[in-house]
Nanobody, 111 residues
């Protein structure tokens, strides 16, 4: 089972930007699909974005136009670029691949 480690979370003001990273224990080229989920306080986990081995991306409606998912197979790393962050984006963000989940990284957006 692949091990996933997220980094890059932090605190920003509304309108700010962050980039999350997820480093995998094996080549991301071999992982058919990777994604980002998030869980806000008092809410269920929800899918944010996915990227396939072919580079096909998919986004939840609430992040379209603001977030960008990408990966660098040479670095075994997936990214989530986030811009125009809003307080409702505050959550723990998890890197996923199949049944593997990272430990999560906290993003806090203040108004």
């Amino acid at each position: 089972q692949v091990q996933l480690v997220e980094s890059g979370g932090g605190s920003v003001q509304a309108g700010g930007s962050l980039r999350l990273s997820c480093t995998a224990s094996q080549s991301t080229y071999r992982l058919y699909i990777m994604g980002w989920h998030r869980q806000a306080p008092g809410h269920q986990r929800e899918l944010v974005a996915t990227i396939t081995v072919h580079g096909t991306t998919n986004y939840a409606d609430f992040v379209k136009g603001r977030f960008t998912i990408s990966k660098d197979n040479a670095k075994n790393t997936m990214y989530l670029g986030m811009s125009d962050l809003q307080p409702e984006d505050t959550a723990v963000y998890y890197c996923t691949s199949g049944t593997s989940w990272g430990q999560g990284t906290l993003v806090t957006v203040s108004s």
